[in-house]
């Protein structure tokens, strides 16, 4: 069997349905999730159905870790063996330390080509860029190309978010700026982004219904005038919203990609049940 030229590894927070990872050949490297005295595999071990119905009952709460450097090392070196290169392309190093133990296990494989791109992004906002990196190893592109193309990406992709409450993400210390938001919390559902690989306020909306159709408004405003949208729908059990959504995108700006994608655990722990989201960017 002949090598792949240049094969994409991505970390589980991608949350890219498993239809893509399979039709793109693209590896996933799943971070875990602590609970109740067991470390289990995001995704593997632990799957979104059973942690989303254990979560709001549980005395003791769910923590993440990101794969080791060593762990990082066997996954790039199962890949090695079917791929003459690799791209890695991974969760913002604000959010997790996996750009760090990514980067060490490249070290450790020596001269093998192999490049780290840190997509300053989360869930289907890596997920896109990691599609995109994957078109261009299927259309022949060289290792070096792939990465630089994941890059370009990078300040283009938008995340944004609404969760029910900023509990979660308080808990797991991600609450980066929207920290000035607790207290008052109780009152209003916050429309959260990332910037720059961080998550931040981007607006304060009574309900959860008009802070998601302001999300909306604001995507619509983003991509008025540009060609060639690229959006995916994430959720927290909350598949029939996340339906609503695309289907409000599809009349609004007419993307030429829409998914929709399941919160994995490790996401989930840090911003809870119910959470909606969109990522995007124009070509």
């Given amino acids: 069997m002949s090598k792949k030229k240049v094969a994409i590894v991505i970390d589980s927070t991608a949350n890219l349905p498993d239809g893509v990872v399979q039709k793109y050949d693209i590896h996933v490297v799943p971070q875990i999730v602590n609970?109740?005295?067991?470390?289990?595999?995001?995704?593997?071990?632990?799957?979104?159905?059973?942690f989303y119905e254990k979560?709001?009952?549980?005395?003791?709460?769910?923590?993440?870790?990101?794969p080791s450097a060593?762990?990082?090392?066997?996954?790039?070196?199962?890949?090695a063996e079917t791929a003459d290169s690799i791209v890695g392309i991974f969760i913002s190093e604000y959010l997790s330390g996996t750009l760090s133990s990514a980067r060490t296990a490249k070290e450790?494989?020596?001269?093998?080509?192999?490049?780290?791109?840190?997509?300053?992004?989360?869930s289907m906002g890596l997920g896109l860029i990691a599609i995109a990196?994957?078109?261009?190893?299927?259309?022949?592109?060289?290792?070096?190309?792939?990465?630089?193309?994941?890059?370009?990406?990078?300040?283009?992709?938008?995340?944004m978010f609404v969760v029910d409450t900023l509990e979660y993400l308080h808990r797991g210390g991600r609450i980066g700026g929207a920290q000035r938001l607790?207290?008052?919390?109780?009152?209003?559902?916050?429309?959260?982004?990332?910037?720059?690989?961080?998550?931040?306020?981007?607006a304060s909306v009574r309900t959860k219904k008009k802070a998601l159709r302001h999300m909306l408004d604001l995507i619509q405003q983003e991509l008025a005038g540009k060609s060639g949208a690229h959006t995916a729908v994430l959720h927290a059990v909350a598949s029939v919203e996340a339906q609503d959504i695309?289907?409000?995108?599809?009349?609004?700006?007419?993307?030429?990609?829409?998914?929709?994608?399941?919160?994995?655990?490790?996401?989930?722990?840090?911003?809870?049940?119910?959470?909606?989201?969109?990522a995007f960017y124009a070509d």
């Fill in 133 to 159: 990196a994957a078109q261009a190893a299927t259309d022949g592109k060289d290792y070096k190309e792939v990465a630089a193309i994941a890059r370009a990406l990078v300040p283009k992709t938008r995340v």
């Fill in 108 to 122: 450790m494989m020596g001269d093998y080509p192999l490049e780290i791109v840190d997509s300053r992004s989360a």
């Fill in 182 to 202: 607790i207290g008052s919390m109780l009152s209003v559902k916050p429309l959260l982004h990332l910037e720059d690989g961080k998550i931040e306020p981007l």
């Fill in 55 to 66: 979560l709001p009952t549980t005395k003791s709460s769910p923590t993440t870790s990101q």
């Fill in 246 to 278: 695309a289907d409000q995108l599809q009349a609004s700006v007419n993307p030429v990609e829409l998914l929709i994608g399941e919160l994995s655990p490790v996401i989930g722990t840090h911003v809870g049940p119910g959470t909606l989201g969109v």
């Fill in 70 to 79: 060593g762990e990082f090392l066997e996954h790039f070196k199962k890949v």
């Fill in 35 to 50: 609970w109740d005295g067991r470390s289990m595999l995001d995704g593997v071990e632990l799957h979104a159905a059973e």
